[in-house]
């Protein structure tokens, strides 16, 4: 097991003060802290190794590109894809789903077909869904969650038909922190000849991820919630589904040919980066890997395990919070709203207390309509969450019980 407290070392953030207290940040799925080597290491590319990429023939174009392309090594190794060719650099996960949206949906959907996505999808896997409909006229269909929280798998079964051609379905809820089963819908949905998105913003920072096993078709992550770099994301597509696929933005770097009689596409996934990419972030991505890949996934799962279950009790045992989604099967994310005030005031309250928690509906609606509210605090942990962190948040969430009732 790795030493927590040392680790923390790393965060610089983590030392920040505010009233003379430090910082207690529990807001790692909106956006992890970053560690410093990381944002070392950026800073000397930019000023040691730096030039565009797949460009020039001397050595700062050679080096950029070098570290660029072992970036996406190490993307595939780290969720274990069969090529590297797989492996497409994009802004971040919204920009990877609205990647498939408009390719591959546009591609391939008509007004005959319909896609299932599932109640506690992140915003970002519903509204491209909903924009690519008005232009292809497909059906959406809502695969629903039970009170605990866990993805109802026998609705999904039921929805599908003969024209159902593809199921969206995060890995994790960012909001009950249910793990939802999706090596199970994939394998149902591919003997319906279906194709499966998988949103794993939230699993790629707590366990480990490999497509191969999970057998989805695509696969959408943020850089930034593994504690890498804003501004990069990862799709990940099957090689001959992506080799199938038109571009979806065109520009510099994604084509074969230029002529005004027609223009041809580059091979992948070059075809899907068009233009100068997010070079030093992508570069700072594949530097995010290492260092938790250094810590082992498997070690992050086990510590976030234990951590979880000694916040959500203790939330739990001090009552008058309704937590939603207790599953037995999540990680540490766990969302609850308090029967004697509105989340908003508690979190200023929290705030004061140099408490760093998500409030609102945390890009998660229809989810929230579901447990009856419009919005929750939610708590979420990162690898360098402790006890400490967990206990300052309880003892505060107490001092606000006091203060309301
Ligand atoms: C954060 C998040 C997204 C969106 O990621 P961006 O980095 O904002 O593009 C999508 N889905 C889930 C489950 C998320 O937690």
Not at 323 to 331: A, D, E, F, Q
């Amino acid at each position: 097991m790795f030493d927590v407290e040392k680790l923390r070392c790393d965060f610089p953030a983590l030392s920040v003060l505010r009233n003379k207290k430090r910082i207690i940040f529990l807001d790692s799925a909106a956006s992890a802290q970053k560690p410093k080597i990381i944002l070392d290491k950026m800073n000397y590319v930019y000023q040691h190794e730096y030039a565009n990429v797949h460009r020039g023939m001397y050595y700062f174009s050679e080096r950029a590109t070098e570290l660029y392309e072992d970036s996406r090594k190490k993307i595939q190794k780290f969720i274990n894809a069969k090529e590297v060719e797989e492996i497409i650099f994009t802004k971040g996960a919204t920009n990877s789903i609205n990647l498939v949206a408009y390719t591959w949906a546009e591609q391939n959907l008509t007004d005959k077909d319909n896609i299932i996505i599932t109640r506690a999808e992140h915003h970002s896997n519903i509204v491209p869904w909903q924009i690519m409909q008005k232009r292809k006229n497909f059906k959406i269909k809502v695969a629903e969650v039970d009170d605990d929280g866990n993805l109802d798998i026998e609705y999904l079964k039921n929805l599908v038909d003969e024209n159902t051609k593809l199921i969206c379905c995060a890995q994790v809820s960012n909001v009950l922190g249910t793990i939802f089963p999706v090596k199970e819908i994939t394998k149902f949905a591919h003997n319906h000849s279906i194709k499966v998105l998988v949103d794993g913003c939230q699993s790629t920072p707590h366990m480990a991820i490999d497509v191969q096993d999970l057998d989805c078709d695509f696969y959408a992550f943020s850089g930034h919630k593994i504690y890498g770099p804003t501004g990069v994301g990862v799709l990940y597509g099957k090689k001959e589904i992506l080799e199938n696929m038109a571009p979806f933005e065109g520009g510099g770097d994604m084509i074969k040919n230029v002529s005004f009689s027609g223009s041809t596409w580059a091979d992948i996934p070059a075809r899907f980066e068009a233009g100068t990419p997010m070079i030093v972030q992508a570069i700072g991505l594949g530097y995010a890997i290492d260092y938790i890949s250094l810590i082992g996934m498997a070690d992050v799962y086990a510590e976030d395990r234990k951590l979880l279950k000694y916040m959500q009790d203790a939330i739990e045992d001090l009552k008058d919070f309704k937590i939603l989604g207790k599953s037995t099967n999540k990680i540490a994310v766990v969302s609850f709203v308090p029967t004697f005030t509105h989340p908003q005031d508690l979190a200023m309250i929290l705030d004061q207390e140099g408490i760093c928690v998500r409030t609102g509906h945390h890009c998660a609606q229809p989810l929230h309509e579901k447990f009856c509210t419009k919005s929750s605090v939610r708590a979420s942990l990162g690898v360098y969450s402790d006890k400490n962190d967990v206990d300052a948040l309880i003892s505060s969430l107490h001092k606000a019980k006091k203060f309301f009732i």
